[in-house]
Every structure is written in structure tokens, then in C-alpha cells.
T-cell receptor, first 113, second 113 residues
């Protein structure tokens, strides 16, 4: 089975801090994704990566950046955390291939105080 | 761009009742369609998928049929159990962005004994 591991289940940070959320997958997938989940809005795509050092913006990239130095690891960075970034963050990966599904981690619930 | 509309919840049913969660979509091209399930405190798990018109996805007693003529992918189960209580997300692949997913807002299902 594919395993996508997010480093923290719960995280509490302060406004203005630089925050790192880490995600690791063990199936050599080319594509990795970061979403945020908010009630009534479903999941919204922040950034995705299709190869090492390659990244593209999703629908809501403002206030975020990403890093993919190794194929298995995809990091989401909040440059200067703000309270409106309090949310559940979900990482996913998938292999290249038309109908392959995405596999998700358990999520990180981030609170910005 | 692609979009997904799900019925609002929560949906509250008694055990062994019939379940339908409506999902309609707008899309260009030929997206794949998915249902994901999120149990309390967990990430998203793939429940079922369909990759072309008239395909039926099925898993764990749940079914959904890809209806291109009505642009729908309704989720059904003949007899729900308390253990089916979760949030259900309908999703489709985008025509860009390395097949990132566009999600509906989610429908919470509560099954009472």
C-alpha cells in the first residue's frame, strides 16, 4: 500500500512565524500535492510538484511556498503565518498515468494564534 | 474550469437505510471521477473511481455510475451501517495541473443505530 506521511498531526504556531509542513511518500510517485481543507469549501489546491525541484501554483498559493529537493519529500512553507491560515492541510501523491488516484496523508491541523 | 457540486449535509440516516449522495460536475475534456471518504480524525481514502462514461465504480457496497449525459456521479449504498458515518467528497481530475483534483465541498453522513 502507498503510504503518505505528514510529520505532524497537530501544530500550533504564532502569527508571523515561518512554518514548515513536511510530507513524505514511499512509492516513488512523481506528482505531489498540497491542499487545505476548510468547512464548506472542500479541499483547495495550494501547490503541486511533478518532479524534483519542479513546482506549480494551484488555486490559492498566496502566502505559501513549497520545496521539493528529493522525490519522496514535499514541504509546504508558510513564510509569515497569519490567523487566516489556520486550517487542515493535506498532502497527496500519485504516479504519472492517466487514471491513477491520489493517495492522501492523515493531515496536519494547524492553528495560528 | 472544472467544478463539482455536492448536496449539502449533514445527511442523517438510520442503520440499513438506502443512501444517495448527489454529485454533479462541469468539466472540459474527459475527466476521471472519484469518491473519497474521510473518517473522523483521518485523511482522505479513495472509495471508488470511474474513468469513462457509463463506468460503474464500486467498493464496500458503495456504487457510483459516470453519467456523461447528466454530468453526474451520484454515490449510492443499499444498506448503510453506523461505521459508514464519515464525510464523503466527490472529485474529478483537472484538464491541467498534472491531474490535480477538484473537490466538492463534502457531505457529512451520520448513521444512527
Amino acid at each position: 500500500d502507498v503510504k503518505v506521511t505528514q510529520s505532524s498531526r497537530y501544530l500550533v504556531k504564532r502569527t508571523g512565524e515561518k512554518v514548515f509542513l513536511e510530507c513524505v511518500q514511499d512509492m516513488d510517485h512523481e506528482n505531489m500535492f498540497w491542499y487545505r481543507q476548510d468547512p464548506g469549501l472542500g479541499l483547495r489546491l495550494i501547490y503541486f510538484s511533478y518532479d524534483v525541484k519542479m513546482k506549480e501554483k494551484g488555486d490559492i498559493p498566496e502566502g505559501y511556498s513549497v520545496s521539493r529537493e528529493k522525490k519522496e519529500r514535499f514541504s509546504l512553507i508558510l513564510e509569515s503565518a497569519s490567523t487566516n491560515q489556520t486550517s487542515m492541510y493535506l498532502c497527496a501523491s500519485r504516479s504519472t498515468g492517466g487514471t491513477q488516484p491520489q493517495h492522501f496523508g492523515d493531515g496536519t491541523r494547524l492553528s495560528i494564534l | 474550469g472544472n467544478s463539482v457540486t455536492q448536496m449539502e449535509g449533514p445527511v442523517t440516516l438510520s442503520e440499513e437505510a438506502f443512501l444517495t449522495i448527489n454529485c454533479t460536475y462541469t468539466a472540459t475534456g474527459y475527466p476521471s471521477l472519484f469518491w473519497y471518504v474521510q473518517y473522523p480524525g483521518e485523511g482522505l481514502q479513495l472509495l471508488l473511481k470511474a474513468t469513462k462514461a457509463d463506468d460503474k465504480g464500486s467498493n464496500k457496497g458503495f456504487e457510483a455510475t459516470y453519467r456523461k449525459e447528466t454530468t453526474s456521479f451520484h454515490l449510492e449504498k443499499g444498506s448503510v451501517q453506523v461505521s459508514d458515518s464519515a464525510v464523503y467528497f466527490c472529485a474529478l481530475t483537472r484538464d491541467t495541473g498534472r491531474r490535480a483534483l477538484t473537490f466538492g465541498s463534502g457531505t457529512r453522513l451520520q448513521v444512527q443505530p
